[in-house]
C-alpha cells in the first residue's frame, strides 16, 4: 500500500475518509504535525523558497500542461 502526505493543519475530513476506507493511519503523514514545523505548515515549507517556485512555476506554465 502506499503512503499519503496531507497539506495543512484542518485535514479532519482526509483522515475521517481514510479511516472510513480502512487506511492504516501510519501511512499518512500530515506535514503540519511533523517535528521543526509549525501547526501551519503546508508543502510549501518543506523546500526553500527558490526551490518552492521554480516547482510552482514548471508546474504551472502553459508551456508543461498537457491538452
Not at 12 to 23: G, I, S
Not at 46 to 51: A, E
Amino acid at each position: 500500500m502506499g503512503r499519503a502526505l496531507i497539506d495543512g493543519a484542518k485535514t479532519t475530513k482526509v483522515l475521517n475518509a481514510a479511516q472510513a476506507a480502512n487506511v492504516d493511519a501510519t501511512h499518512i503523514t500530515v506535514i503540519s504535525q511533523l517535528e521543526g514545523l509549525p501547526g501551519t505548515a503546508g508543502i510549501e515549507d518543506l523546500f526553500s523558497t527558490k526551490d518552492y517556485l521554480w516547482l510552482h512555476n514548471r508546474a504551472t506554465s502553459p508551456s508543461t500542461r498537457q491538452t
